[in-house]
C-alpha cells in the first residue's frame, strides 16, 4: 500500500510539474497561480520524504 500511495504522490508531483512548466511558457504567467503550484509541490515532496 505504501508503494502504490508513493507513486500516486510522484505522479501526481509530476503532473504539477507539468502544469508550472506551461504556466512559466505562457506569454505573461500568473505569478499566484506559479505560487500555488510550487507549493502543492512541496507538499507532496515533504510526504514524499516521510514515507
Same mark, same amino acid.
Not at 6 to 19: D, F, I, P, V
Not at 32 to 47: D, F, G, P, W, Y
Given at each position: ?10 505522479? =501526481?508531483?509530476?503532473?504539477? *510539474?507539468?502544469?508550472?512548466? *506551461? *504556466? ?13 503550484? =510550487?507549493?502543492? =509541490?512541496?507538499?507532496? =515532496? ?6
Amino acid at each position: 500500500m505504501v508503494s502504490s500511495h508513493a507513486s500516486a504522490l510522484q505522479n =501526481k508531483h509530476a503532473g504539477l *510539474e507539468n502544469r508550472l512548466r *506551461e *504556466e512559466m511558457n505562457r506569454p505573461s504567467p500568473d505569478a499566484s497561480t506559479i505560487q500555488a503550484i =510550487k507549493r502543492q =509541490k512541496l507538499r507532496i =515532496k515533504e510526504e514524499l520524504a516521510e514515507i
